[in-house]
């Protein structure tokens, strides 16, 4: 049976409030998850909440309806903690406006580079010190529209955003459940990379040739670099290819998750094309 919560002071929505900030969501090792889509797929990806919040009057929708009763189930098995609240404590505890009356905290998700299991010609997707979470939320779902075997995210030591960004969770409709997504150091992934026989493809304003007339047929690993500073030192050295998207206008830069998704479906078209 829920708990009924009605305290603007209550420690539990404090603490909500808490996991939008990193030190803490690292500490706890849990993030949040809103809205109604990204809860669904959040469940549906078998992700098992720790809390969960819902507000009964903001229930408008039979997808609404029917997470609810899904969590009534995992709380009835006593797989989670639910709570319902009140307009004014979920309009509290939810970062946006438009949430859908349902928010999960979830445990930090559990991927590693040693649990990826990798197809023969594997393709990998490599962010490097991304630092806005909603390119990184857009980058996950065209992995996850692409059929990406796996995205690695590397640089958050220097400023990069991390996977369990509420921002990233949600601009990612739920992609971020969908597909293996692992934070690694760079010279931790490295290493990984050569000893699978990886083709290492960065992409560079200063590459030698256009994305276009590489092979990214086998096993590759695409590499993105941060908005602001493109990849870093280590992967330049280590590049097997150094691509780039050519630029006929006066902007000489993309978006980095349209960039991402140029390059990708490009992978993807090659590796679909008849021989």
């Known amino acids: 049976m829920a708990t009924l919560l009605t305290s603007l002071h209550n420690a539990r929505i404090k603490n909500i409030l808490k996991l939008n900030n990193r030190r803490q969501r690292d500490a706890q090792k849990r993030t949040i998850v809103e809205g109604i889509r990204e809860t669904e797929r959040a469940l549906q990806c078998g992700i098992v909440p720790q809390e969960a919040y819902v507000c009964p009057e903001l229930i408008t929708t039979d997808e609404a309806t029917a997470v609810w009763h899904q969590l009534q189930a995992l709380e009835k098995e006593g797989q989670l903690a639910l709570f319902t609240?009140?307009?004014?404590?979920?309009?509290?505890?939810?970062y946006r406006g438009q949430s859908g009356g349902i928010l999960l905290v979830i445990p930090y998700l559990d991927y590693s580079l040693s649990s990826l299991s990798l197809t023969t010609?594997?393709?990998?997707?490599?962010?490097?010190?991304?630092?806005?979470?909603?390119?990184?939320?857009?980058?996950?779902?065209?992995?996850?529209?692409?059929?990406?075997d796996a995205v690695i995210v590397?640089?958050?030591?220097?400023?990069?955003?991390?996977?369990?960004?509420?921002?990233?969770?949600?601009?990612?409709?739920?992609?971020?459940?969908?597909?293996?997504?692992?934070?690694?150091?760079?010279?931790t992934l490295l290493p990984?990379?050569?000893?699978?026989?990886?083709?290492?493809?960065?992409?560079?304003?200063?590459?030698?040739?256009?994305?276009?007339?590489?092979?990214?047929?086998?096993?590759?690993?695409?590499?993105?670099?941060?908005?602001?500073?493109?990849?870093?030192?280590e992967w330049?050295?280590?590049?097997?290819?150094?691509?780039?998207?050519?630029?006929?206008?006066?902007?000489?830069?993309?978006?980095?998750?349209?960039?991402?998704?140029?390059?990708?479906?490009?992978?993807?078209?090659?590796?679909?094309?008849?021989?």
Do not use: C
């Open 121 to 148: 010609s594997p393709l990998l997707l490599v962010i490097d010190g991304g630092e806005k979470p909603g390119n990184l939320g857009a980058i996950l779902r065209t992995a996850d529209a692409a059929g990406i």
């Open 236 to 275: 330049l050295a280590a590049a097997d290819l150094r691509l780039k998207i050519p630029m006929f206008g006066l902007v000489d830069s993309l978006n980095l998750s349209v960039a991402t998704a140029v390059v990708v479906f490009e992978a993807v078209r090659q590796r679909n094309r008849p021989e």
């Open 192 to 233: 990984w990379l050569r000893q699978k026989q990886m083709q290492i493809a960065v992409l560079t304003p200063d590459g030698e040739r256009p994305y276009t007339e590489a092979d990214l047929k086998g096993a590759v690993a695409l590499v993105m670099g941060s908005e602001a500073f493109g990849v870093g030192p």
């Open 85 to 94: 609240v009140t307009t004014d404590l979920f309009a509290k505890a939810a």
């Open 154 to 187: 590397t640089g958050q030591t220097n400023g990069g955003t991390d996977i369990h960004n509420p921002n990233v969770v949600r601009a990612s409709l739920g992609a971020l459940f969908s597909l293996p997504v692992v934070e690694v150091a760079t010279e």
